[in-house]
């Protein structure tokens, strides 16, 4: 852990530079290393010379984080069915800012998984966080022109894949409370009437606890799914909504442990994503809320 006066500037924003990490490697546990590795990075700079000692901090986590993630990135070609993000439980305070919420969102995440490294990093550090395209070259070692192209790269191909539709808080609500519901009365037909005709459900297990080991689309399916599972678990699978990434999600817990974490995508009053993560190793953080900031 970090140990160092609490008026030091990485101590300070401490917070935004884990925000940096998880949204660059979307794993709580990867971007805890991180941040762990660029404070002893930090403790070596000669900080004389250092005018923005936080652009400079965010700088070191964003190089660290890039390699991290070139790492994992291999890793997790091997990984069992669908990966999906480390869910974070986060304070009511971060759905106020609306940019941040949407960054870190999980159906977001998951198109950020569909980018380069490098353009993951530019386009995190560039429009989530506002970094200068001087400082992005730097902190990904690029000259400042081929930044900018990556740039472009990487907002045509996240716009091209985010949810298109609108989405509010209010409708995920809806679409939450109807799961609860479902999960309490054994009635599925409220939530099947919110599941659109094209909706897909990923499921992680990792491996470790059974999940879905390819997506599943279509509403049909997808009730049918949802219908087997609660059957199969009924009496014994209890929901509390909770904030997670910025949203409205589920703590699933059966008998009473942690089972899973399940987010929802809601477009245009429709459900189109469901995601259900259940490998333990990415429920560690859900037992209070990370510190979320920009």
Request: net charge negative.
């Given at each position: 852990?970090?140990?160092a006066p609490v ?62 993630l070139r790492t ?208 333990p190793e990415k ?12």
């Open positions: 852990m970090i140990e008026d030091d500037p990485f101590v300070e924003h401490r917070n935004l530079l884990f925000t940096v990490a998880y949204e660059l490697l979307g794993s709580a546990a990867d971007a805890e290393d991180v941040v762990q590795e660029s404070w002893l990075k930090w403790e070596r700079v000669d900080r004389t010379g250092v005018r923005d000692p936080r652009a400079y901090a965010v700088r070191i986590v964003a190089r660290s984080a890039l390699d991290r994992v990135a291999r890793r997790r070609e091997d990984y069992i069915g669908p990966w999906l993000p480390e869910p974070l439980l986060t304070a009511p305070d971060v759905a106020a800012d609306v940019e941040l919420a949407d960054s870190l969102s999980t159906a977001m995440l998951m198109v950020l998984e569909t980018l380069e490294p490098t353009e993951r990093a530019v386009f995190v550090l560039r429009e989530v966080f506002d970094v200068p395209y001087d400082d992005l070259a730097e902190a990904v070692g690029r000259t400042p022109a081929a930044v900018r192209q990556i740039a472009h790269r990487a907002r045509t191909h996240v716009a091209e894949r985010r949810p298109r539709g609108v989405v509010s808080r209010s409708d995920t609500a809806r679409a939450l409370a109807a799961f609860t519901r479902a999960i309490e009365t054994g009635d599925l037909q409220e939530l099947a009437d919110l599941l659109a005709p094209d909706v897909v459900a990923f499921g992680d297990g990792g491996g470790v606890k059974q999940a879905l080991p390819r997506p599943v689309a279509g509403a049909e399916k997808v009730a049918k799914l949802l219908s087997h599972g609660m059957r199969t678990v009924a009496g014994r699978l209890t929901a509390e909504v909770v904030e997670v990434n910025g949203w409205p999600g589920l703590l699933l817990r059966l008998d009473g442990e942690v089972d899973s974490v399940l987010t929802v995508r809601v477009e245009e009053g429709l459900v189109t994503a469901v995601y259900t993560v259940r490998n429920l560690s953080a859900v037992g209070a809320a990370v510190g979320v900031t920009r």
